[in-house]
């Protein structure tokens, strides 16, 4: 059995500019800066003389053949990596992930191709191309609407300005601020208890890029992106915070079912009881609220919202092997 783990993640500034629709027609490209959280996603993957494919998440499927899968992120691997049977995968959380607005799905696929090529023996994958490839199953093979963020923060890890060129390459800067801790102690999550399909909001914001007016909301949401990453390099904490509201603001004129007055109450609230700034994750519509709040204002903030909140750090170790029990190495 190979136990294969990647990082949640949590995105501050840039979210849509990683789309192809806007970054391949951007002069810049696009950028987003986030960063992997200490919540993980695990794949076990182990071989069987069974001649079956069993995968094991929230549903459980026993086929033959792996066109035959339904969960598509994992016909796609095994079609990939030539895989139609003897094998079993299955799938843990530490968190509940549908919908969330945590980058599950990619956190999945990068989790599940680092332990399908350490179980095949072909040596090691760089971080590069684990993100690369997780992005060639999701956007290309399973034909997702979505950018290329999420793929890239689940493989490298840590807290990272991720810039998207017009020649889709990707370019990593991380963040080695040593202000980031402090940034840690001044971001709240908090659950809405509503997901939502990022996967339909994604295609709308796609299709938005035609209009001038909405491809411009992008770019300087992007702009905002390079804006804050001097603030937190600069020890301008507040001024990130304040940058988050306003990039907020702009995201929500995208298009239809980013937020909705349910969401806006809620982030109204917050702002009332001392936040700064705050968004929806991902691609908005539900999941979670991610809040910049002063930690002297936090326990008004948490008990003005009424909701669960979620305990969490950043800058997480990317994608890895925990364990080969082939081999009986844990690995740290």
Known sequence: MILSRAPLRVSFFGGGSD?????????????????????????????????????MYSEIEITHGANNIKHDIVRNVLNKYNLHGNIE??????????????????????????????????????????????????????GKPIGKQDQYAAAYGGTNLIEFRTDDSVDI????????????????????????????????????????????????????TYTAYEHLNEYELDSFGDLLDQSWMLKKQITKGISDSTFDDIYDTAKKNGALGGKLLGAGGGGYFLFYVPEERQERVAKSLSLQQMKFNIGAEGAEIVYDAYTGVFYE
């Open 19 to 55: 789309l192809p629709a806007f970054y391949r027609k951007s002069k810049n490209g696009g950028v987003v800066l986030s960063t992997a959280i200490d919540k993980f996603m695990y794949l076990a993957v182990i071989t069987t003389p069974k001649a079956h494919i069993k995968l």
């Open 89 to 142: 995968i299955g799938s843990f959380s530490d968190i509940p992930t549908i919908g969330t607005g945590l980058g599950s799905s990619s956190t999945f696929a990068v989790a599940l191709i680092n332990g399908i090529e350490h179980l095949r023996r072909d040596g090691s994958i760089s971080k590069q191309k684990l993100a690369e490839a997780a992005c060639e199953v999701e956007i290309t093979l399973c």
């Open 173 to 224: 800067t991380p963040v080695d601020s040593v202000f980031l801790q402090y940034l840690n102690d001044n971001l709240m999550l908090f659950y809405t208890d509503k997901t939502r399909s990022a996967n339909d909001i994604l295609a709308k914001q796609s299709k938005a890029m035609d209009e001038t007016s909405k491809f411009k909301l992008v770019e300087e949401m992007a702009s905002m």
